[in-house]
């Protein structure tokens, strides 16, 4: 008896929602009061088959949400590498002309110098119990990577580096940029992450910029620095620490300009000091993240 009753409210269910389907055509409103999802709960039943459930619950596993957790016993590297970088240069090459991308397929870098000695090969590395080198420049060298490593829109993106300043780090001193300029020699488009007095982060959308500060930097000691953007917000990390977070919602237009480490083409100032293990992501990390590299690169 119960299954006749079941049967009938069912057809009952399916001949008002096929009057009410022709209601729709004329009325959206009709449409949540129509369907499987109505006649299941009207009849106690789930209209719903297994085998959709299962297929959906198959796509939602199969959806990127970003790097898994990495561990943080394998070394430095590795776990740069587990977090998906664009291009990794480590930066210990032993000279010119190219600097290595430890990313397969990632972005060719050149090393530039406007004077001699202006890039000096092989010093001390940032990492801890790691025999891997750096490179240190005297403001006057830097490396050149092509127009690669855009993010364009409110694309987002992380951009992380160890950094050891010397002496006078005080007027816009680059760590990394990809920046466009205009007839004045003022940035216009681009994002850039440079010292001076304090580390900071730029984002700058049609002439106008968001900054994230960072802290001052000590001198002739390394420093782990990530400036990140997630499409709306960007931050400034110093040694595993959020620092600075400010608004930088305007998209960006997706310009021509050439991406560097360690200084431009354009006006200012190249970096004083040693520069090791830069990386580049198409993500904004997140604080465990930046925390987790932070901690690897101290040995901690």
């Not at 406007?114 to 006057?140: C, M, R």
């Not at 990140?228 to 960007?234: F, R």
């Not at 040694?239 to 608004?247: P, Q």
Request: net charge negative; aromatic share 8%.
């Amino acid at each position: 008896m119960r299954r006749l009753l079941a049967a009938a409210a069912l057809a009952l269910g399916l001949t008002f929602c096929s009057l009410r389907g022709l209601d729709y055509l004329r009325d959206p409103t009709c449409a949540p009061t129509c369907g499987d999802a109505a006649i299941a709960a009207e009849v106690g039943v789930d209209a719903r088959p297994p085998e959709e459930d299962a297929a959906e619950a198959s796509i939602e596993a199969s959806v990127d949400t970003g790097p898994a957790p990495c561990a943080t016993d394998a070394g430095y590297r590795a776990l740069v590498m587990c977090d998906r970088p664009l291009a990794y240069f480590r930066l210990d090459d032993q000279g010119p002309p190219e600097a290595i991308d430890e990313v397969d397929g990632g972005v060719a870098g050149a090393y530039v110098t406007a004077s001699d000695g202006g890039i000096t090969y092989g010093v001390s590395g940032a990492i801890a119990g790691d025999s891997d080198k750096a490179i240190h420049l005297d403001g006057n060298a830097f490396l050149s990577g092509g127009t690669a490593l855009a993010f364009p829109n409110n694309a987002p993106y992380s951009l992380e580096a160890w950094v050891s300043p010397e002496g006078d780090n005080f007027s816009y001193r680059r760590i990394v940029e990809r920046l466009a300029y205009d007839g004045s020699g003022m940035p216009h488009d681009g994002y850039i992450v440079y010292n001076q007095s304090t580390v900071a982060s730029e984002r700058w959308v049609d002439g106008s910029v968001a900054t994230a500060s960072g802290p001052a930097l000590g001198n002739a000691a390394y420093s782990h620095i990530v400036a990140s953007y997630d499409g709306s917000m960007l931050r400034i990390y110093a040694n595993g620490a959020l620092a600075t977070t400010a608004a930088a919602a305007t998209p960006a237009a997706d310009v021509s300009a050439t991406f560097y480490i360690g200084g431009s083409l354009g006006p200012g100032s190249g970096w004083i000091g040693a520069i090791d293990e830069v990386a580049i992501y198409d993500y904004a990390m997140s604080l465990e993240q930046v925390s987790a590299h932070y901690r690897a690169g101290r040995g901690f």
